[in-house]
């Protein structure tokens, strides 16, 4: 359909013409509200956004003479964040 017919159709209904996928070959364009368009679009970046999980880093800290009850502790910190998905570092100084 030609740009013109589309937009003449698009005035008529009170709505606007807008350009989905604009590097397709012929361009896709659609006849819709273009605020409800916008609408849409930052409620899917915002759904997008919500269920992406950002990788913490979790630092232990160890020292040469460590008790083994303090090392049991920590190892069984270590465990649980690596179980969550964290990245852990372990330090020793």
């Keep these: 359909m030609p740009p013109q017919q589309a937009l ?3 005035r008529e209904k ?3 013409l807008v350009e989905i996928s604009p ?3 012929p361009p896709v364009c659609r ?3 273009y605020g409800r368009y916008q ?3 930052q409620k899917r970046t915002r759904q997008a956004k919500k269920h992406q999980k ?3 880093v979790k630092e232990i800290k160890f020292r040469p ?3 083994e009850h303090d090392y049991q502790f920590k190892k069984k910190h270590v465990e649980r964040f690596l179980a969550h998905g ?3 570092k372990a330090t020793i100084f």
Excluded: H, N, P, S
Aim: proline letters at 0%.
């Design 31 to 33: 006849v819709m509200d």
């Design 39 to 41: 609408y849409e679009e």
């Design 54 to 56: 950002t990788i913490e």
């Design 86 to 88: 964290d990245k852990v």
């Design 65 to 67: 003479k460590v008790d």
């Design 14 to 16: 009170g709505l606007d």
């Design 8 to 10: 003449t159709i698009a």
């Design 23 to 25: 590097t397709a070959q």
